[in-house]
């Protein structure tokens, strides 16, 4: 096989890559989500105040953060 040439690796490669990339990191982003979510719950009622709010908050910061990770991608 021989080595890549820089005419080799097209637009079309690199924008499908950096789509892969994004995709990837969404998909992370979410479980953190789905796992702060789901470690919080049951918590609340032994935790300092302010506590609550800052668990809720945090998820939906982290889907937000995903969610635009694509947005305006082809």
Do not use: C, F, H
Not at 21 to 37: G, M, T
Not at 40 to 51: D, I
């Amino acid at each position: 096989m021989s080595a890549l040439r820089p005419g080799d690796i097209t637009d079309e490669m690199i924008q499908a890559l950096d789509t892969a990339k994004r995709q990837a990191l969404q998909k992370d982003l979410r479980a953190l989500a789905a796992n702060i979510r789901a470690d919080a719950e049951g918590r609340y009622a032994s935790a300092e105040p302010g506590w609550q709010a800052g668990v809720e908050w945090t998820p939906l910061w982290i889907e937000n953060t995903a969610g635009q990770l694509t947005e305006g991608t082809p």
